[in-house]
């Protein structure tokens, strides 16, 4: 079945550090990708997605490019904050409207 | 804009009682989930509803949970009777859904469930 890998945590950084959180997936089909965040006590937001092969998600500075020939979609960014401190989902959209998650990334970023 | 709104934000409860959690949707949007997330499994999809009517239960644990969405700005989740592994948080979901695969997904702020 359809599924999503993402690198463990926690991530722990300093402030202006380059993140890099590794994403894979397994998928029959052209699934859509996205990047979810939760920051503490709340609800997941959207991040950025990708529908289809190449195309690349950006929003906040962070970047994500769909890899189709190496089934992947890894989230970038050049320059943490502290305020980027949140856990951090790869997750696909199958064809049947499902969203599969990843286990989903802790990132600490310290001042 | 009123996001997904769920009620109640924490609920404390002993084995055996029955549960309800309640969720309101965005407005004109199609679809509707229901999450759980746990440390031990992640988030969890338990069902989905169409247009008011479920798609997809095969997430739900046991005959325990069950989902109702009775018009297109109401939800609720019970879990009757609970246990002390349904303790988890909850989460609503809801997205517009011309194109399911593509379609963001608007999550509300999640039910802590404590089952003691």
């Known amino acids: 079945g359809d599924s999503v890998t993402q690198m463990e945590g926690p991530v722990t950084l300093s402030e202006e550090a380059f993140l890099t959180i590794n994403c894979t997936y397994t998928a029959t089909g052209y699934p859509s990708l996205f990047w979810y965040v939760q920051y503490p006590g709340e609800g997941l937001q959207l991040l950025l997605k990708a529908t289809k092969a190449d195309d690349k998600g950006s929003n906040k500075g962070f970047e994500a490019t769909y890899r189709k020939e190496t089934t992947s979609f890894h989230l970038e960014k050049g320059s943490v904050q502290v305020s980027d401190s949140a856990v951090y989902f790869c997750a696909l959209g199958n064809q049947g409207g499902k969203l599969i998650f990843g286990q989903g990334t802790e990132l600490s970023v310290k001042p | 804009d009123a996001g997904v709104i769920q009620s109640p934000r924490h609920e404390v409860t002993e084995m055996g009682q029955e549960v309800t959690l309640r969720c309101k949707p965005i407005?004109?949007?199609?679809?509707l989930f229901w999450y759980r997330q746990t440390m031990m499994r992640g988030l969890e999809l338990l069902i989905y509803f169409n247009n008011n009517v479920p798609i997809d239960d095969s997430g739900m644990p046991e005959d325990r949970f069950s989902a109702k969405m009775p018009n297109a700005s109401f939800s609720t989740l019970k879990i009757q009777p609970s246990e002390p592994r349904d303790s988890a948080v909850y989460f609503c979901a809801s997205s517009w859904g011309p194109s399911r695969s593509t379609d963001t997904q608007y999550f509300g702020p999640g039910t802590r469930l404590t089952v003691l």
């Open positions: 407005s004109g949007h199609d679809y």
